[in-house]
């Protein structure tokens, strides 16, 4: 049974405005990680809003656990829809203790199931220790995990968060992706996250929704995404890319382009002859010793990366026009001078038609 399903979904917030929200399509399973992955203003906000209930769909109709909480004739207001929200800024209650801020969802409880269900969601965020004090002696990743236990603590159906990994700096953001989605995995909640960084959602998700200008472009499992884009937007949005223009094959399994025939992992279902895009992930470009890859280029530049060499590899001897580069992966200890020749091959996996 699908657990959340928004049905064509649309919101205009002023008359003439462009929808901020159009034709969103989604169904989520109970206890799936959902995010929502795009550039600033596309509309992630807005569709956390309009499941939550602060916000109205102009048409289109949402239902949560099988219920219907929104259509032309039903609107179900927000604290009745079982949703728990985690801001991005956390909006903890500075003047209650860690305890009062979590039991705070929970004043229809009876006394001691209330104590009970604090202690429970306490130790789940692995903050049982913390109960007495105040948000201010705790750090930014501890009240991240105390905004989330707030929200976990009346067993909501669904827990929404906004941006949670924004306010943490790079090496304590990476530890919190893994606590959420455990976390998260622990409580069995399902959950959808926004975000516009493409690593939280892949290292968070078991799905990601990939958004532009109100418009879901590609629902997918985030390993999918990446190999699979399915148009220039998401191949760009979600990592660097090479895209090339060339025409379909006579066998529909590679594609003609100015650096020669490249190979699709799989037959296209696109005409002989047909224009097409496609994308080439740096790292499925593999340097290759003695000449003996299948494509040749000169490197015009290096940049050191930390984790690798990106190699801005000239294809043509031509004008040196950024366009006929070609980004390639090397690994750092590899010596390779500005100029020199390489060899490579293209590995089909990590090549994808693209709209
Ligand atoms: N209350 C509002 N009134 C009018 N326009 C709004 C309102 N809320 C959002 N919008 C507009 O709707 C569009 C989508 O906004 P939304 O906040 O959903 O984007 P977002 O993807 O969450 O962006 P960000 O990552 O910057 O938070 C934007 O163009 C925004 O200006």
Known sequence: MSFI???NIKKVFNRLDKPAVDNFNLTIQQGEIVSILGPSGCGKTTILRLIAGFEQPTVGTIEIDGKTVYDEKTFVPPEKRGVGMVFQDYALFPHLTIEKNVAFGLNKWRRGDKRRRVREVLELVDL??????YPNELSGGQ??????????APQPNVVLLDEPFSNLDASLREKMRHEITDILKKAETTAIIVTHDQKDAFAVSDRVVVMNEGVIQQVAHPRDIYTCPTNCFVAQFVGRTNLLQGRVAEDLKHVDTKIGRICLAEKTKEAIDEEVMISIRPEGCRLLENGEGRYKGRVARVVYSGEYQELFVRLSEEEDTTDQHLLIYAPVEKHIEIGSSISFDITPELVALVD
């Not at 009240?143 to 976990?152: H, I, K, M, P, T």
């Open 143 to 152: 009240q991240q995990r105390v905004a989330l236990a707030r929200a976990l």
């Open 128 to 133: 049982a220790e913390y109960a007495k004090r």
């Open 5 to 7: 399903k928004l049905t």
